[in-house]
């Protein structure tokens, strides 16, 4: 069991340059999660999917876009890169049909940057 | 604006002492709450869920929740080097499903 996984681990754009980061999970869970993380500022919701089918907003979504391609891949996309989403981003995943089930478990994170 | 307060630290700590870690919460109608332990370069790794008031023992670690204060812990026992790391706290929010973070207690364990 890989649980969560994420490419790339580290990346530099220049601005404007586009890109996707993948997420994949192979723990059968339903819903997925991609955070932000910045130094001194926790972790921050970009957009989620509750489950395959569906995405939603979180509460930073403005320069990103993300597809859930299936149950076990959510990607995140940036078109048009800006130096304010230099960042680490880690992918999440959650199993609502466990018992409780509200804990999330986190992929190792892709560490971007954008001169 | 629901939010999760952690004081930023650094908390030092001798090793072989307790650590204790701090948490409050904005939103009564959070029901779990979770810590998570975050190695410098690492992603967040879950150490300890809390659904009820009160203890929960795992091992070292030991939370506590007061619902009535808003109020969450977690206890480290006889601290080791290796526990030197940034504990984030987290409240589930049973209104959208979501986690609502604290940004972290950087805590070192000096031997």
């Known amino acids: 069991n890989a649980g969560v996984t994420q490419t790339p681990k580290f990346q530099v754009l220049k601005t404007g340059q586009s890109m996707t980061l993948q997420c994949a999970q192979d723990m059968n869970h339903n819903s997925m999660y991609w955070y932000r993380q910045d130094p001194g500022m926790g972790l921050r919701l970009i957009y989620y999917?509750?489950?395959?089918?569906?995405?939603d907003k979180g509460e930073v979504p403005n320069g990103y876009n993300v597809s859930r391609l299936n149950k076990r891949e959510f990607s995140l996309r940036l078109e048009s890169a800006a130096p304010s989403q230099t960042s680490v981003y880690f992918c999440?995943?959650?199993?609502?049909?466990?018992?409780?089930?509200?804990?999330?478990?986190f992929g190792p994170g892709t560490r971007l940057t954008v001169t | 604006q629901k939010e999760v307060e952690q004081n930023s630290g650094p908390l030092s700590v001798p090793e072989g002492a307790i650590a204790s870690l701090n948490c409050t919460y904005s939103d009564r109608g959070s029901q779990s709450f979770f810590w998570y332990r975050q190695y410098s370069g690492k992603s967040p790794e879950l150490i300890m869920s809390i659904y009820s008031n009160g203890d929960k023992e795992d091992g070292r670690f030991t939370a506590q929740l007061n619902k009535a204060s808003q109020y969450v812990s977690l206890l480290i026992r006889d601290s080791q080097p290796s526990d030197s790391a940034t504990y984030l706290c987290?409240?589930?929010?049973?209104?959208?499903?979501?986690?609502?973070w604290g940004a972290g207690t950087k805590l070192i364990i000096k031997p």
């Open positions: 999440a995943s959650r199993n609502t049909q466990a018992l409780g089930g509200y804990e999330q478990y």
């Open positions: 987290a409240a589930f929010m049973d209104s959208n499903y979501q986690l609502i």
């Open positions: 999917s509750a489950s395959e089918g569906t995405t």
